[in-house]
Nanobody, 114 residues
Framework: QVQLVESGGGLVQPGGSLRLSCAASRSILLSTMGWYRQAPGKQRELVAAIISGGSTTYEDSVKGRFTISRDNAKRTVYLQMNSLKPEDTAVYYC?????????WGQGTQVTVSS
């Protein structure tokens, strides 16, 4: 089991940027790391994921705007979010998957509003 702590959320105007961080309590070297989000009244959805080898995948609506990255030495995963839109407003959760064992962070609120 790994503890995950997200940070970096907040209130930003449309068109602005935020960088989310997810710090893990142990090595994530072999884990697939993901960022999910859940808006009020909606199901949790995958935003972006990065495997141990570095390949990435993105939800269609964030392609070209969001970038996921990882620093295994720091046991940290990042989500750089640019050109934010009101529809990006949600609680963002970090996820770690290691051989089918999945752990979640507590979430960080992102609000995009003028």
């Amino acid at each position: 089991q790994v503890q995950l702590v997200e940070s970096g959320g907040g209130l930003v105007q449309p068109g602005g940027s935020l960088r989310l961080s997810c710090a893990a309590s142990r090595s994530i070297l072999l884990s697939t790391m993901g960022w999910y989000r859940q808006a009020p009244g909606k199901q949790r959805e995958l935003v972006a994921a990065i495997i141990s080898g570095g390949s990435t995948t993105y939800e269609d609506s964030v392609k070209g705007r969001f970038t996921i990255s990882r620093d295994n030495a720091k046991r940290t995963v990042y989500l750089q979010m640019n050109s934010l839109k009101p529809e990006d407003t949600a609680v963002y959760y970090c996820n770690a998957d290691f051989r089918g064992s999945t752990d979640w962070g507590q979430g960080t609120q992102v609000t995009v509003s003028s």
